[in-house]
């Protein structure tokens, strides 16, 4: 595929170039009535005039130099392809394989998410699974009855399931528009396929129509031209033409183009090419063919695979193309397939037919005759295309391949050094580490590495799941000091030694083969004996650690069988919760998990769950999305009674402060030797106290709520076996908190910590519930999306320079929401006491020393309370989401602090709203202070405020027109602000003749951009001091 610019101008007022062939440094001037010299061999001549010109067909284009850079920026593409990806491609399907990979999709930014997605999409795709169930909502009667053709109506439909494309109302209204206008299609006239091919228009479905609609059959004949090499033109046109003398250039392009110059009708095309004055080049007569083959009306099924397409690679339905329906995955997929089938005869062929050495004439050439010139052989030319191939062969992924394809890049026409280089960008340089060479872990964690050590860590951690159980015996004294990368290095050896020597064995991570199951039980037949001697209960877990001390031949003692039964449970828990998502998070943080221990992976492991000290400034707290989901599911499983229900709740906040609080439950049992039933795990609890988030819990009595204390209680006795397969336990439990495993677990008060882990790891989880909560989830983030704030909040978020990703952007529209409504500080207010004294705090402190640490300080404190309120029994899944978007409004709220935003609780018209204050620079580095606040009467009122030659200058705006009513008002305004900018800064002039005031304002996002910077430092000339400038803040709050 050949990436195209469209340079189409007006040219009616005076004579422009013709455009020759495609690109911008291939255009070639004609004259009226003189021959030029046109850089190549070949000279361009004037013949005759038209009725009416040719440039009639070419108009209305952006120029070559936009649409470039617009391909080069990455950020906008990325923002693009996140924006589509949320509201249109991204199935259910999808998201809920990214959840069961650990991926939390909302907190990833955006290149992130659109290049997990994309690898999910290309894994479904190229195993061929066709995705059902969740395009269920959109029935094959109601399509038929939108479309009016139910032939059409069942083609989209599967089309879409083949390409996990989700069946929503925006997908099939998009695909409604396209049908319409391919409705109203006929074939192709001579004047539409010339105004496309003038025009360098691709054969979309909107172009084909504009195309038709524009000429009305309308056509005029021009010069007529052939191009040599892109360098200039060859034309002869009077009233007749001398095709044998042009014959061999006609065949010449022909070949160029890849079809057979003993073809008549691609000859009878160059030949209608010339004469319709387009010129002759072999991309031109390629899309003069392409055109003219499309054939109406197009069959239902090949129609649906051009809407399908668009609308999966992020362009609405009209953009699919009618020529080239495949999507850029699909094509992606395609071209690394076909890429690594490549034998080096086919390098030799191309170069002895003497073409440029591409993937397209490689593809051709592969299964093609063509005998092979000797001189090539062992050529350094050959040599070298060879080396390149290998080397495309090596960085070639189809991710990469699709995201060139999504930039508009040719990979299959593109020379082999741009594709290497253009394959190295998108690897980030990573040469070395694509080779294969020194990733471990001692591998630092940077820009460069983390791709590679990410690549790594899944595949060590793969190796150990396959390896066979023997490993915890071999490495149990090891352990704590073994890295991942060395207990990976250990299980290949193992794993290579039974393989070597034939013999099966019983895998780490999974239940003992059924081939393997009789022998187990033959050779280890004393295993219950063994337990009973050693007063250990019969349960698997205990038979599976006497198996791996017989395997290991160590000797069965009280000692031996703690720490391999400990190290075994660990292992097997940390590794199961190493999922892609979990490795991401910790190389996110700076830590290359092959240089961690288990022990090490468990706790970081926790933190990232749990929040620790970094959830409490980002809002990334999983647990609290976890306690959403497991609301979501016991609400709508229906067989569950209300006394089930609350149980079930106490369970999972019981094993929620059992991780909070680092497992203390676990050691004050073993302390007092307990048994470890959830009982007496509850009773431990009641007294003890958590540091989460800086805050200390007492569970009560009946465990129905939290009550703040003060002091905390760390563990003081060291991790030792027992204690080490108990939270091993524990977490297996925290894991697999499902309201329909606890069902089919039905945990009493005496049941075993072990048992229970067991019973909730063997039990399943229930599809359809699993399904449902992902469309719900996949419904908020399409609505979020939709929303009309959708736009200027990204806008908004540019000009801070925020990261995008869904959290940020939900968070920030709820924050612009409150700019009108309030609702946050009257919810928060609603949920904790100490909520309205905060809020005051952030009005009252404002203009003083350090008020960005402080009001920083004061919004995370108030996350925090909310935080209390999460596991709440009184709270349904709507009041926990509530909650944790109210977080994240207020981590978002933090965040910006730090770049000069400020959202400011003001009472107006009583009612709590949020005053949005900015700091910014302008480009004369002076430095300002711009606050905005909805009000009902009055509009939008801004005040934009700053220093210049000692004087206070500025402007009052409103959104509203001008009255005697607001008039007064604003004046009144201004005259109050001016008296207190004069009390609070004594040593800088106020004149309200300086403040003018404007009327009709538009309402758009405060700038803030780069500029920031300098607005948060003073010590540049023309800056204000920061205080200063939000004393002019505080000035016009106290105004209102």
Known sequence: MNITFQNITDQRAEKKPFINGMEAENRTGLSAGRTEKTGGSAYAVQLDSSLFSDDAYAKNAKSIDDISNMAENTDVLNRHNFMALLSNTMSGEDYAKALEDGFDLKNLNSAETVTIVDRIKSALLQAGVEVVGYNDDMSLDKLTKIFGNKGFA???????????????????????????????????????????????????????????????????????????DMGGYYAQKSDSYDWEQLRPQLEKVAQEAGFSAEDDHVIDMAKWTVMQGIPLTAENLERVLELKDISFPIKDEKLASVITSAIADGKSAVEGNLVDPTSNMNKAIEIADKTARLSDTSVD???????????????????????????????????????????VRLKMTVEANKQLLDSGFSIDTAPMEQLIERLKGLLGQQADEAAGQAVDEHTHVTGVSSKAIFEMSLSRISIIRTAPADLVGKMSSEFETATLGKISEEA?????????????????????????????????????????????????????????????????????????????????????????????????????????????????????????????????????????????????????????????????RLFHTIKATD???????????????????????????????????????????????????????????????????????????????????????????????????????????????????????????????????????????????????????ANRRARKSGSIWEKTASYHEKADEIQDKLTSLLGEEGYEEEYQKQVLSLKDQLSEEIL??????????????????????????ERGSFEIPVEVEGTKVSMHVTLRSDSSNITRMDASIQTYEYGLITASLYEKGGVINGMLTTTSAENAEETEYLEGIRQKMCDNLANMIKDIGVDQNMISILYHAQSKPTGV??????????????????????????AFIEAL
């Open 154 to 228: 069942s083609a989209l439909k599967s089309s879409f399931s083949e390409n996990d494309i989700p069946l929503t109302e925006e997908n099939v209204t998009d695909a409604k528009v396209a049908y319409e206008e391919v409705s109203q299609m006929e074939n192709l006239d001579d004047s539409a396929v010339k105004y496309l091919v003038l025009n360098n228009k691709s054969a979309t479905i909107g172009n084909v129509y504009l195309a038709q609609h524009s000429t009305n059959g309308q056509n005029a004949s021009g010069r007529g031209f052939y191009a040599q």
């Open 349 to 391: 062929k191309v170069l002895s037919q003497g073409k440029e050495v591409n993937l397209k004439n490689l593809f051709e050439a592969e299964y093609s005759s063509v005998s092979i010139n000797a001189t090539y052989y062992d050529s350094a030319a050959s040599q070298t295309a060879r080396l390149q191939l290998e080397e």
């Open 492 to 652: 290949a050896k193992l794993t290579m030694k039974f393989k070597a020597a034939s013999q099966g064995y019983e895998e780490l991570m999974t239940s003992p083969r059924a081939d393997l199951g009789d022998n187990i039980k033959k050779a280890f037949r004393n295993v219950d004996d063994i337990l009973q001697d050693l007063g250990k209960e019969l349960n698997d877990e205990n038979r599976r650690a006497v198996r791996i001390l017989g395997y290991n031949i160590m000797e069965i003692n009280e000692e031996n069988f703690e720490k391999v039964r400990s190290w075994d449970q660990k292992l097997k828990s940390t590794i199961d919760r190493l999922k892609p998502g979990a490795v991401l998070d910790l190389i996110r943080e700076g830590k290359n998990p092959l240089g961690m221990t288990i022990e090490e992976l468990g706790k970081s492991l926790d933190e990232n769950l749990m929040g620790g000290d970094k959830g409490s400034s980002n809002g990334n707290d999983r647990s609290d999305e976890k306690y959403a989901k497991f609301l979501y599911k016991l609400e709508k499983k229906g067989d569950i009674t209300e006394a089930e229900k609350q149980s079930f709740i106490g369970i999972y």
């Open 663 to 813: 497992y203390q439950a676990i050691g004050s049992l073993l302390k007092t030797d307990q048994d470890m039933t959830l009982e007496n795990l509850l009773k431990a609890t009641r007294t003890q106290k958590t540091s989460k988030r800086g805050l200390d819990f007492t569970v009560d009595d009946d465990f129905g709520g939290l009550s703040a204390g003060r002091s905390g209680i760390k563990i003081d006795e060291q991790i030792n076996s027992a204690f080490r397969f108990y939270s091993a336990q524990a977490d297996i439990v925290y894991e697999n908190l499902e309201p329909e495993k606890l069902a089919k677990a039905a945990p009493k008060n005496e049941t075993l910590l072990p048992d229970l882990a067991i019973a909730l790891s063997q039990a399943e989880i229930d599809k359809e519930l699993e399904r449902k909560f992902s469309d719900e989830q996949l419904k908020d983030i399409r609505e979020t999306v939709a929303s009309r704030l959708t736009e200027s909040t990204l806008d908004e978020m540019d000009s801070l320079e925020m990261e995008l990703t869904y959290n940020n952007l939900e968070a920030m529209i």
């Open 872 to 897: 709440n029994p009184k709270n349904s899944f709507i009041d926990v989401r509530a909650i944790n978007l109210m977080q994240k409004q207020l981590s978002v709220m933090s965040g910006n602090a």
């Open 1009 to 1034: 951009g780069t500029g920031i910077a300098r607005a948060m430092d003073g010590g540049q000339n023309n800056n204000t001091d920061t205080t200063t400038l939000l004393k002019m803040a505080k």
